[in-house]
T-cell receptor, first 113, second 114 residues
Framework: DVKVTQSSRYLVKRTGEKVFLECVQDMDHENMFWYRQDPGLGLRLIYFSYDVKMKEKGDIPEGYSVSREKKERFSLILESASTNQTSMYLC????????????FGPGTRLTVT | GNSVTQMEGPVTLSEEAFLTINCTYTATGYPSLFWYVQYPGEGLQLLLKATKADDKGSNKGFEATYRKETTSFHLEKGSVQVSDSAVYFCALKGGGSGYSTLTFGKGTMLLVSP
């Protein structure tokens, strides 16, 4: 079974802090994704990566950056957290390129105070 | 661009009732269509899929038929169980895209009572 793990289930940070959300997948998937999930808005794609050191902006990249130094790990970075970034963050992976089935992690609920 | 519209919830049903969750889409070309399910406290998982017009996807008693003429992919189940309580997301992947990005609807919460 594919396993996608996220470093924390719950995280509380202060406004202005730099925040790292980590995601690791164990199936050698090429594609990895970061979404945020908000009530009434569904899932919105922040960034995705189709290879090591490659990244592409999704629909809402402002205020976020990503890092993919190794194939299995994809990090989401909030350079200076703000209260409007309080959300559920979901990581996903898929293989091969063009595949439609994404495998999701359990999510990290981030609260910025 | 691509978009997915699904009915707002929550949908509240009694056990063994019939379920329909509506989903319509806008896309260029020939998209593939999906339903994902999110159980409480978990990430999303693929429930079923259809990759071309008139295909019917099915899994765990759920079904959905890809209707190109009405641009719809409604989710149905003949008899729901309490364990089906979850949030259901309709999604599409644009035809011909080299990447795996999906466009999701806003999700519909289903609550099933005994």
């Amino acid at each position: 079974d594919v396993k996608v793990t996220q470093s924390s289930r719950y995280l509380v940070k202060r406004t202005g802090e730099k925040v790292f959300l980590e995601c690791v997948q164990d199936m050698d998937h090429e594609n990895m994704f970061w979404y945020r999930q908000d009530p009434g808005l569904g899932l919105r794609l922040i960034y995705f990566s189709y290879d090591v050191k490659m990244k592409e902006k999704g629909d809402i990249p402002e205020g976020y950056s990503v890092s993919r130094e190794k194939k299995e790990r994809f990090s989401l970075i909030l350079e200076s957290a703000s209260t409007n970034q309080t959300s559920m963050y979901l990581c996903a992976s898929s293989f091969p390129p063009g595949s439609y089935e994404q495998y999701f992690g359990p999510g990290t609920r981030l609260t910025v105070t | 661009g691509n978009s997915v519209t699904q009915m707002e919830g929550p949908v509240t049903l009694s056990e063994e009732a019939f379920l329909t969750i509506n989903c319509t889409y806008t896309a260029t070309g020939y998209p593939s269509l999906f339903w994902y399910v999110q159980y409480p406290g978990e990430g999303l998982q693929l429930l079923l899929k259809a990759t071309k017009a008139d295909d019917k996807g099915s899994n765990k008693g759920f079904e959905a038929t890809y209707r190109k003429e009405t641009t719809s992919f409604h989710l149905e189940k003949g008899s729901v169980q309490v364990s089906d309580s979850a949030v259901y997301f309709c999604a599409l992947k644009g035809g011909g895209s080299g990447y795996s990005t999906l466009t999701f609807g806003k999700g519909t919460m289903l609550l099933v009572s005994p």
